[in-house]
């Protein structure tokens, strides 16, 4: 339901990248030619428009490419059919690249369909360096997720994520420049936070039962997250990085859910349910159609889901409070200028 590390060796842990005897120099790095897997999602769509608009050209590796003509919208995006999980796909694919882009995660799994944490996170992490390595791609960009941690994680979502990102930056960091994001939850136009409550809200009667409500999150906005994501791309200052993304407030669930519904012009009474109903909850919403809610996701929430660091400002980027985006989209007042932004991006303004 919500998009959310430390047990590296010192030397990549402190956020600097040395450059010991037998480490590629990175120091003079061009970048033109971006490779981008998980380019199709919510976060992964900004990030390509971002990238290309800027004039560079950009891969979008996918199994659809049909599905996701949208972004052809974009001079300088091209869409390839291609089997992620495959090494020597990938190896081929990235040949001629100049950096990649790894921005695939799930929030569930769906084993029946192969889709678990340790298939797409950390065995396509590990999949991911290596093709790099072969294909002698010098820049790896890395999306992790706050609180990502491979020992005290409180889910397996947060563990798999922290196991992904360490053996990313042990594997590669002394033939890859690699820089990684750690998010709090994400929100913008078409985002699966507030517009999924707002869902429920509307389908809700005059209470609406809330798990985990005391929980907090940092909201932080899908263009701070694509803007963070192209300061990096070329400032060796991130590399053997890792970043805290947040936006500039801390709210709890139950206040966002609460905002979520006075956007919408309707009222409901929030009720935040202890531990136990929580946990009951989880338990029967994780057989529900899509998993709106699992007892991973109930786990993810009892950590916190704020910054320790600010990553945005170290990129020099400006966080956005929700006020300035949320009531538009979720009244539905922005679907013009959403498509006019999109046109602007592709120069057809």
């Not at 005290?152 to 930056?169: C, D, I, M, P, V």
């Not at 609460?258 to 009720?271: D, F, I, M, N, S």
Request: glycine share 8%; with cysteine.
């Amino acid at each position: 339901m919500l998009s959310v590390w430390h047990f590296l060796p010192s030397r990549y842990n402190s956020g600097s990248l040395n450059n010991p005897k037998g480490v590629t120099d990175f120091r003079a790095m061009k970048v033109n030619k971006i490779c981008v897997l998980g380019g199709t999602g919510f976060v992964g769509g900004h990030i390509v428009q971002r990238l290309a608009a800027s004039g560079k050209e950009v891969t979008v590796i996918t199994r659809h490419p049909q599905r996701n003509r949208n972004l052809l919208v974009t001079p300088g995006v091209r869409l390839v059919r291609a089997d992620i999980h495959d090494q020597a796909t990938l190896q081929a694919q990235f040949a001629e690249h100049d950096a990649v882009i790894n921005l695939v995660g799930v929030l569930n799994e769906f084993p029946r369909r192969g889709v678990t944490f340790r298939k797409v996170h950390v065995e396509l992490a590990k999949t991911v360096v290596e093709a790099c390595r072969k294909a002698k791609v010098k820049r790896l960009l890395h999306m992790s997720a706050l609180n990502a941690d491979e020992a005290h994680g409180t889910s397996e979502y947060l563990r798999s994520k922290g196991l992904a990102e360490n053996q990313t930056f042990i594997a590669g960091s002394a033939e890859i420049a690699i820089t990684s994001f750690r998010p709090s939850v994400i929100f913008g136009p078409d985002d699966s936070f507030f517009n999924r409550f707002a869902q429920l809200l509307r389908l809700s009667p005059a209470v609406f039962p809330l798990a985990c409500p005391n929980s907090k999150l940092s909201p932080v906005y899908i263009g701070d997250v694509a803007s963070a994501f192209e300061a990096a791309l070329e400032n060796p200052a991130s590399f053997g990085k890792h970043y805290d993304l947040c936006g500039p407030r801390t709210f709890t669930l139950k206040e966002l859910v609460e905002y979520t519904a006075r956007c919408l012009g309707l009222k409901r009474l929030v009720a935040g349910l202890g531990q136990g109903l929580s946990k009951f909850q989880a338990r029967v919403f994780e057989f529900a159609p899509g998993k709106p809610f699992t007892r991973d996701n109930y786990l993810s929430l009892q950590m916190d889901s704020v910054c320790k660091d600010d990553g945005l400002a170290a990129l020099g980027v400006s966080p956005t409070d929700i006020e300035a985006v949320v009531p538009a989209y979720l009244s539905g007042k922005n679907q013009r200028q959403r498509y006019n932004r999109f046109r602007g991006l592709a120069g057809r303004g």
